[in-house]
């Protein structure tokens, strides 16, 4: 699944978002509102990761909703 389509469905897909990363808010979700980049920037803040881990995190979280 392209991010084009998580971006579009986030209501839906924000449930396993939460689901995959649980110290990521409501507000955090409503605040990245489906855009990627700023999705990786909230993993970043609340789990202490550096950018090459997120990115690899959401990379393996696209692959797993294919």
Excluded: C, P
């Amino acid at each position: 699944m392209n991010w084009d389509r998580i971006e579009g469905g986030w209501k839906q897909m924000s449930g396993k978002v939460k689901e995959q990363w649980g110290k990521l808010t409501d507000d955090d979700l409503t605040e990245v509102a489906g855009k990627r980049d700023q999705l990786s920037g909230k993993l970043q803040a609340r789990y202490g990761m550096a950018k090459e881990e997120a990115e690899r995190q959401l990379r393996e979280f696209e692959s797993r909703l294919n």
